[in-house]
């Protein structure tokens, strides 16, 4: 074992180039890093991920970010082999499960079958029914949705069912309870579907509404072993931070903290850095994702990357030379990009030791996100099934 703790950090959405098959889902053309970048026209100033070498990945770097001569890490990409492009998809394929299979989506709404199962169940009617945008659907029906207590069932491009409801209206855990309903109707065979997500929104009129922290995903049981099951089956601890929770249903992980934004994200993991553990920190920061990119924000989503980028010294910082940090995403979500959807990006790979033998190293392009996992586990000398590890590389022996 060359490292005691391993933190990962998932930036989610944050991708840095069409994949190879962006074709496949239209996305040919997106580059969230770069076109926020863009965006900025050269005021993006991200030191800290700069000097891990978050601009030497790439073929041509993000503006305002300089090739960094040299890395204090090592740098790479990894490309996507799951169906969809999707948190579920991309975190499990990280921990070794990719989804090969494509899940259920619902372009034109879901069945009546299933709506009219949720209506009798939750005794409410539901309305829309159809693709949205999040922040879009509670403005144009939220005040609807007051008057009447009625459901705000919506979806997108992605595997997707969400349920919006005003929390003055329908108490939160009321809301819980008929998302964790609408789960079971949608576990398969015929209908598939990887995440519910619970909505709830606050505010008094189309105008002022905001979606509260009090989201919670109902995510499809990962379908065989994982990487984090492997470790603790091994007697390593593993640590969730974030929706990381919401999108394993709790499996293989010992404790997890929710997050209420990045930065309380951040704050969380300042604090597990401070705890004697052996294993495995698994974070994901949802703002870039859920505030910015599909909102098609580049100037929000460039802010809270130059946010993080300030906590991330912070952690580099406290790092012990035997912890290891590994950075990445589990899709692309550009916000310079045409509609409202995740874009199937390749993500950045950017990983530190204050031990490292071998800084400044490009890890290439990773075939599969597993790469990731089976490079966890080579160093804690667990026997991974998927992805091929490059532990060697980045090891301090």
Not at 35 to 63: C, F, M, Q, W
Not at 323 to 334: P, Q, R, S, W
């Amino acid at each position: 074992m060359s490292y005691k703790r391993v933190f990962v950090i998932v930036m989610d959405s944050v991708g840095t180039g069409a994949a190879h098959d962006a074709a496949k889902f239209d996305d040919v053309g997106s580059d969230t890093l770069g076109h926020v970048g863009e965006y900025y026209k050269g005021a993006l100033k991200l030191p800290n991920l700069g000097k891990l070498g978050i601009s030497n990945l790439r073929d041509t770097p993000i503006e305002g970010v300089p090739v960094a001569d040299p890395a204090i890490g090592d740098y790479g990409k990894m490309e996507e082999i799951s169906a969809g492009k999707d948190s579920m998809d991309g975190h499990w394929e990280m921990m070794g499960l990719p989804v090969t299979k494509p899940l259920s989506t619902f372009p034109n709404g879901f069945p009546q079958e299933i709506v009219d199962k949720l209506e009798k169940f939750s005794g409410r009617k539901v309305i829309v029914n159809k693709p949205y945008s999040g922040t879009e659907v509670i403005h144009d029906y939220g005040e609807r949705q007051m008057k009447t207590g009625e459901l705000i069932l919506y979806t997108s491009g992605d595997s997707v069912m969400q349920i919006a409801a005003h929390e003055d209206v329908i108490p939160v855990e009321e809301l819980y309870k008929i998302c964790e309903y609408a789960r079971t109707l949608v576990n398969g065979p015929e209908y598939t579907v990887g995440r519910i997500i619970a909505r709830p929104y606050v505010g008094p009129d189309k105008d002022h509404f905001t979606r509260t922290a009090n989201r919670h995903d109902f995510s499809l049981k990962p379908i065989g072993e994982t990487d984090m099951d492997r470790l603790r089956e091994a007697g390593y601890d593993v640590i969730g931070v974030g929706k990381i929770n919401d999108i394993f249903s709790g499996q293989g992980i010992d404790k997890g903290y929710h997050n209420e934004s990045n930065m309380d994200g951040m704050d969380h993991v300042d604090e597990v850095m401070k705890q004697d553990f052996t294993g495995f920190c698994f974070t994901n920061l949802v703002d870039f994702d859920a505030m910015y990119g599909h909102r098609r924000n580049p100037k929000g989503f460039g802010q809270a990357l130059m946010d993080f980028d300030k906590r991330l010294g912070t952690v580099l910082d406290e790092m012990k030379p035997d912890d290891l940090l590994m950075i990445t995403a589990d899709h692309g979500n550009d916000p310079g990009f045409k509609g409202t959807d995740h874009t199937r990006e390749n993500v950045p790979l950017l990983v530190y030791s204050p031990s490292m033998n071998k800084p400044n190293q490009s890890l290439g392009l990773r075939k599969t996100f597993s790469d990731l996992g089976a490079t966890i586990l080579e160093n804690f000398n667990v026997k991974s099934v998927k992805g091929t590890s490059f532990y060697k590389e980045i090891s301090n022996d």
